[in-house]
Nanobody
Framework: QVQLVESGGGLVQAGDSLRLSCAASGRTFNIYPMGWFRQAPGKEREFVAAISWRGVSTWYADSVKGRFTIARDNAKNTVSLQMNSLKPEDTAVYYC??????????????????WGQGTQVTVSS
């Protein structure tokens, strides 16, 4: 059974940076694509970023492109999300997710079968 544990959330001001991290255990990490999603109160869970299992390809939501960077360290079984120039509209619970073995990373929550518990990110104006 895979476990995904996020960390790094918090309360920041607009324009600040945060780095989220997700540690995976219980499964061979380097053959699964990884993604980050977020969910704000009253809204559906939305795609933020994803990275291929080799780490060669990345995908971003238009709303975060140029501000967020996803990366993975297959030696440490971790995936990170560096968030710069944060905006109040980035406020949400951020979730780490694992996709299908050797599959392409998707942008739909249905493409990911395992999820972390989430970490809160709050950006004040």
């Amino acid at each position: 059974q895979v476990q995904l544990v996020e960390s790094g959330g918090g309360l920041v001001q607009a324009g600040d940076s945060l780095r989220l991290s997700c540690a995976a255990s219980g499964r061979t990490f380097n053959i699964y694509p990884m993604g980050w999603f977020r969910q704000a109160p009253g809204k559906e869970r939305e795609f933020v970023a994803a990275i291929s299992w080799r780490g060669v390809s990345t995908w971003y939501a238009d709303s975060v492109k140029g501000r967020f960077t996803i990366a993975r360290d297959n030696a440490k079984n971790t995936v990170s999300l560096q968030m710069n120039s944060l905006k109040p509209e980035d406020t949400a619970v951020y979730y780490c997710a694992m996709g299908g073995r050797y599959q392409d990373a998707g942008t739909n929550p249905r493409d990911f079968g395992s999820w972390g518990q989430g970490t809160q990110v709050t950006v004040s104006s």
